[in-house]
C-alpha cells in the first residue's frame, strides 16, 4: 500500500541548511500532487511548498527563493532543501502526496490522501 517516509531532519542553528526526503512507495510520483506541510506547537498546520504533477512549484511567502521543492521519478522520492534557515522554521515537517492526473501546486492539506508520519526540524537562534 501507499507509505510516504520522511527523513532529514534535525537541529541547526540559525543560517544552517537541511535536506528533507520524502521517500515514497505504492505510488507513482509522476502521477501525483506532493507537498510539505508543517506544524508547530499550538499552530495550525501550514502549507510550505508543493509541486503539481508536470512539475510546477508554489511556496508559501515566508520560505520563497530559500526552500526548493523537487522530485526524483526514478527513486519515487520528494526533496526539500532547506537554506538559511530562521528559529520560525521549527516544526513537525510532513510529506504528502494525492493520486492526481493533472494538479497544480496545492497548499490544501484536506485535498491530500497520504501522509507521511513526519520529520522534526529545530532551528537554534
Known amino acids: 500500500q501507499v507509505q510516504l517516509e520522511e527523513s532529514g531532519g534535525g537541529s541547526v542553528e540559525t543560517g544552517g541548511s537541511l535536506t528533507l526526503s520524502c521517500v515514497t512507495s505504492g505510488i507513482n510520483i509522476a502521477r501525483s500532487c506532493m507537498g510539505w506541510f508543517r506544524q508547530a506547537p499550538g499552530k495550525e498546520r501550514e502549507g510550505v511548498a508543493a509541486i503539481g504533477t508536470l512539475g510546477s512549484t508554489g511556496y508559501v511567502d515566508s520560505v520563497k527563493g530559500r526552500f526548493p521543492i523537487s522530485k526524483d521519478r526514478a527513486r519515487n522520492t520528494l526533496y526539500l532543501q532547506m537554506n538559511s534557515l530562521k528559529p520560525e522554521a521549527t516544526a513537525m515537517y510532513y510529506c504528502?502526496?494525492?493520486?492526481?492526473?493533472?494538479?497544480?501546486?496545492?497548499?490544501?492539506?484536506?485535498?491530500?490522501?497520504?501522509w507521511g508520519q513526519g520529520t522534526q526540524v529545530t532551528v537554534a537562534s
Open positions: 504528502a502526496a494525492r493520486i492526481a492526473s493533472y494538479c497544480d501546486p496545492d497548499f490544501s492539506n484536506q485535498n491530500y490522501m497520504y
